[in-house]
T-cell receptor, first 111, second 113 residues
Framework: GESVGLHLPTLSVQEGDNSIINCAYS??????FIWYKQESGKGPQFIID?????DKRQGQRVTVLLNKTVKHLSLQIAATQPGDSAVYFC??????????FGQGTELSVKP | DAGVTQSPTHLIKTRGQQVTLRCSPI?????VSWYQQVLGQGPQFIFQ???????GRGNFPDRFSARQFPNYSSELNVNALLLGDSALYLC????????????FGDGTRLSIL
């Protein structure tokens, strides 16, 4: 079956550094991708999305890169802050509303 | 603006019981999806409803059912509860059925004793 996976279950960065969280997906027909941030005791919070006709999209302090050739996407967080500490999930969908989530990467920001 | 709201926030049930979880989508959103999240894992898709019609179903047994009302709110029902049903149940809403950001509520934490 289709799957979405993250490369590292945990990531620790120094405050002010840039963070990069990677994700791979298996279904080449996936056409829409979302990154979520989940803090303890809360639901996933939408960060940024990208469609398969794009390879890069930028938001406030965040950038998502999509490489369809190798079925890989990444989330870059600039100038990481303590408030960025959370679990980050990538999710993919194929022309539908069913999101397939990865296992999550826990980001820890050291002051 | 109110986000996705879910009730109750916590629930404790015993094996064999039945449970109903409720979700109110963001105003204007017509699609509601349900996900199950067990500790340490990503959410798993259960159902999607759009305009009161079921649009998708995940790999869950028939003990799980859902419906969407004319005001686009939704209920998830789980019958004959098992210990393995203990999880965080998340509801997400979106404007359209596909290729739109899904916005999540904070979930219902269901514990089965």
């Amino acid at each position: 079956g289709e799957s979405v996976g993250l490369h590292l279950p945990t990531l620790s960065v120094q405050e002010g550094d840039n963070s990069i969280i990677n994700c791979a997906y298996s279904n080449s027909a996936s056409d829409y991708f979302i990154w979520y941030k989940q803090e303890s005791g809360k639901g996933p919070q939408f960060i940024i999305d990208i469609r398969s006709n794009m390879d890069k999209r930028q938001g406030q302090r965040v950038t998502v890169l999509l490489n369809k050739t190798v079925k890989h996407l990444s989330l870059q967080i600039a100038a990481t802050q303590p408030g960025d500490s959370a679990v980050y999930f990538c999710a993919a969908t194929n022309q539908g509303g069913k999101l397939i989530f990865g296992q999550g990467t826990e980001l820890s920001v050291k002051p | 603006d109110a986000g996705v709201t879910q009730s109750p926030t916590h629930l404790i049930k015993t094996r064999g019981q039945q449970v109903t979880l409720r979700c109110s989508p963001i105003s204007g959103h017509k699609s509601v999806s349900w996900y199950q999240q067990v500790l340490g894992q990503g959410p798993q898709f259960i159902f999607q409803y759009y305009e009161k019609e079921e649009r998708g179903r995940g790999n869950f047994p028939d003990r799980f059912s859902a419906r969407q009302f004319p005001n686009y709110s939704s209920e998830l029902n789980v019958n004959a509860l098992l210990l393995g049903d203990s999880a965080l149940y998340l509801c997400a809403s979106s404007l359209a059925a596909a290729n739109q950001p899904q916005h999540f509520g904070d979930g219902t934490r269901l514990s089965i004793l």
